[in-house]
């Protein structure tokens, strides 16, 4: 069965980049939001396997789906993807439950090497 | 005036490269400066080169400024100018920011300092990402006189018509010290910027 992903960045160009860096022989369906607020609303509706989320959007940012995720376990598995990379911004993330950090733009085999550590892949 | 405007794609894809570089650029100060840079969505318009001194005027009226202009040109006709404008209190905080004594280093070598850190972190990280070569030219401090100013923004304008501008904000929490980044990529250089995002776009 194929496992369910979601794809939250409010840019289209960096949605299509995180979604062809999956791994291809990684069985997938996936579906995106374009801000925190509408992937909040979906994995309230949904059952997601994986998040990847970026930090600096609209409406809601990725800091604040992190904190109602930490209140509401809505997802198990977050992969933050952002541009900010400083070293406090990645602590806040992994406070917040986030399981990996990673740089954008997505190197594909960082995220392969994410995903088998966790046993995702 | 050129008929030239971005398309949505486009604009998308550029904000998305300038999130990224901007990125860059903010972990190396807060890495230098040992703080926290607060990151905002870049700004990005076409501007015509008669409203710029006017656009500035604007953003800027009330402050005395300083800014550090320095140019870059790259493959395939990119180019343009990278401008850090600091306001004149918070040029005078630098100096404590990076621990140096008064008197130590002058307020020039200061916002250069800076402006190296900011200014080629983020083109080469833009460079990275269009898989250009950038070359720059050496940064010119302008001060804060307003004569001086308003002279450099004619002559950064005598070129060309149009300008693509992104506004970019960096805000050190820690030390209440902010500074502002604009790219200015003008004339032709905007069609060539819209080639490598076409090519971009086509790869997704």
């Known amino acids: 069965m194929s496992i369910p992903v979601l794809i939250c960045d409010d840019s289209t160009l960096a949605r299509k980049q995180v979604k062809k860096s999956l791994p291809a022989d990684w069985d997938v369906t996936t579906q995106f939001a374009t801000n925190g607020r509408e992937a909040v609303d979906i994995l309230r509706q949904e059952k997601f396997a994986v998040l990847f989320l970026d930090l600096t959007m609209p409406e809601l940012d990725g800091i604040g789906v992190l904190e109602i995720n930490k209140a509401e376990k809505l997802v198990d598995f977050v992969i933050v993807v952002s541009a900010d990379i400083q070293p406090e911004m990645q602590q806040k993330v992994t406070e917040l439950g986030a399981l990996a950090f990673i740089q954008k733009p997505v190197n594909t085999n960082k995220l392969s090497e994410i995903l088998q550590q966790y046993g995702l892949l | ?204």
Not at chain 2, 45 to 64: K, M, R, T, V, W
Not at chain 2, 74 to 98: F, H, K, P, T, V
Not at chain 2, 116 to 134: C, K, P, R, V
């Open chain 2, 1 to 204: 005036m050129n008929e030239i405007a971005l398309s949505e794609e486009q604009r998308d894809c550029l904000q998305e490269l300038i999130n990224v570089a901007m990125g860059r650029a903010s972990d190396k100060l807060a890495r230098y400066l040992d703080t926290f840079v607060h990151l905002q969505v870049p700004h990005i318009d076409l501007i015509a080169s008669e409203s710029l001194p006017s656009s500035f005027a604007e953003s800027y009226a009330d402050d005395g400024v300083s800014l550090v202009s320095q140019g870059f040109y790259g493959e395939d006709g990119i180019l343009g100018e990278a401008l850090l404008i600091y306001r004149s209190n918070d040029a005078q905080g630098i100096a404590e920011i990076l621990g140096y004594e008064p008197d130590d280093v002058s307020e020039v070598e200061q916002l250069t300092d800076i402006s190296s850190i900011l200014t080629t972190t983020f083109l080469n990280g833009l460079a990275e990402q269009i898989e250009n070569q950038l070359a720059y030219s050496a940064p010119r401090v302008v001060s804060a006189l307003e004569t001086a100013l308003e002279s450099h923004l004619h002559q950064l304008s005598f070129n060309w018509d149009l300008a693509l501008k992104v506004d970019i904000s960096y805000q050190v929490t820690d030390y209440s010290f902010n500074c502002d980044m604009i790219l200015l990529i003008p004339g032709e250089a905007i069609q060539n910027i819209q080639k490598v995002l076409d090519r971009i776009l086509n790869e997704f």
